[in-house]
């Protein structure tokens, strides 16, 4: 049997540029389905039970650390379409980024993240990205929401200074239904951040929401002109 090839992924890409084409806000969700279709390698076991580490740490790497707490992320090409959307003080945001993907995100400190997007390609590497981190997330609060051990444990590092026994430590990898390797590697990348981040999976599923301001193809070149600007600027300087 031939798998999903080319129009699967012409479909998938088609879905989430003509959605936000809107001037409104986009609930990741909606793009579900053909990411599902699409069947990109790099999330192949996205309609396991089991989580997708190696999707889920893909994205985890590529997006700041702050997409635990966010629900809304805006997609802007300049700076003036974030200003005329209403997003006047983004000079006060706090300036993250991620080890995986070389893009400046901005975080308004509570709900929101902003990204610049200079060509198509940006968006055909950050939807599915963002999509697969949704799936993965929502599919640990599943497991967790169904196990009432693993809610006690995970409960218990609420406690200041509260620490949990190697075994339990173990347990609560095995309850999520992760190989002693992919435990290993969930503990390693998220370090400090592991048991926080954890009682958020707990506490609810993800339900990202994106808005994109613009997205034209004239836009996408001037944004890449003013972006090359300073380099042809030095360009020349060299040439004299």
């Not at 790099?42 to 635990?68: C, K, M, W």
């Not at 951040?193 to 070149?221: F, H, Q």
């Amino acid at each position: 049997m031939i798998g999903p090839g080319k129009r699967e992924v012409d479909l998938y890409v088609r879905t989430y540029t003509t959605l936000l084409q809107s001037s409104g806000v986009i609930g990741i969700s909606s793009f579900e389905p053909a990411h599902i279709t699409a069947a990109a390698s790099l999330h192949a076991g996205v309609t396991e039970r089991e989580p997708d580490l190696n999707a889920f740490l893909y994205s985890v790497q590529r997006l700041p650390a702050s997409i635990v707490d966010v629900r809304l992320i805006v997609l802007g090409q300049q700076r003036g379409a974030f200003l005329r959307a209403g997003y006047v003080n983004m000079d006060e945001w706090q300036i993250e980024s991620a080890p995986g993907r070389r893009r400046r995100w901005l975080f308004d400190g509570s709900e929101t993240l902003a990204a610049y997007i200079a060509s198509t390609s940006d968006l055909d590497d950050l939807i599915p990205t963002i999509v697969a981190y949704q799936i993965e997330w929502n599919k640990m609060h599943r497991i967790i929401d169904e196990d009432e051990r693993l809610q006690e444990l995970i409960a218990l590092t609420k406690t200041d200074g509260a620490v949990l026994t190697s075994q339990q430590i173990a347990e609560v990898g095995e309850r999520l239904l992760l190989s002693t390797q992919d435990w290993n590697r969930l503990k390693g990348i998220w370090g400090a951040r592991l048991w926080p981040n954890l009682r958020l999976i707990a506490a609810d599923k993800k339900k990202y929401e994106l808005r994109m301001l613009g997205g034209s193809y004239v836009g996408y070149t001037r944004a890449t002109r003013q972006w090359y600007a300073p380099v042809a600027r030095l360009l020349n300087d060299l040439e004299l």
